[in-house]
């Protein structure tokens, strides 16, 4: 059994965060785990309140991970401060975890603050160079670079920008790019770029897509599958579950966590 462990914020409304991380880790078949960083008070209407665990708290669960269970793939969301940024980080040095997704969580859809400005230097200077993976939005992507993002030659200079942070592989993901009939991610490995291109889906179910998309990559890196074959496979996880939709809540309602293995199970009986 493969392990994947989430380091994150619980969203109480269950669409992002920790629940989507580990309702992602479960329909991937991994085992998943979690060291929460905040706890939210969150529907699909916004968040109302958020409470931040002390960076003593967040270290202390990844140790007791660390110490008994390991993990073969780690995936940061949510971290808040720079205090939590710099525990992480030691604690993923430490214990030489090297499937690290970095999701650089800093703005929820209503506009509340899930990272704190100043933190976006500590990001930078500790927790980038340890990661495999990064998967930034272009909002994130334009706050890390300092760029504006508006063409495809902007993503890549952008991607080049992340990688020589230090981050081995770069995903600058297109949901954001709303003129567009299509959602294209940009995956770069220091190497060559890679498209992962899927149909845009006019809806406001969206909370928790980039939550999932990254719970999603970490999944399939804690199987042994390369950064290309996970990304590809998180693009179509994602795309199912957005598709599928459940219309829960008032606001921006969350993604179809079953859809990609009901897919799956309708194609191994011949049905689509
Ligand atoms: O999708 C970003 C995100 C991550 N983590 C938590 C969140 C959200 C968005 O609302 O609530 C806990």
Redesign the pocket.
Known sequence: MKKALSI????S?G??????DLKTFQELEVFGMSAL??V?A?NTLG?QAVFPMTADAVSKQIESIGEDMGTDAVKT??LFNAEIIKGVSEKIEYYNWKNVVV?P?M????G?S?LQLEAISALKQYLLPLALVITPNIPEAEVLTGMIIRSDEDKREAAKMLYDFGVKNVVVKGGHDEDRDESVDLLYDGNEFTNFTSIRVQTKNT?????TFSAAVTAELAKGVSVYEAVSKAKSFIQAAIEDQLHIGQGHGPTNHWAYQKRNELKRQGIV
Do not use: F, N, R
Request: glycine share 26%; aromatic share 0%.
């Open positions: 994150a914020g619980s969203d409304g669409g992002a965060g920790i629940q989507a960083t905040a939210t969150q968040v969301g949510m999701d969580v703005i929820a859809k209503g509340a899930l909370h928790g897509t980039g939550c």
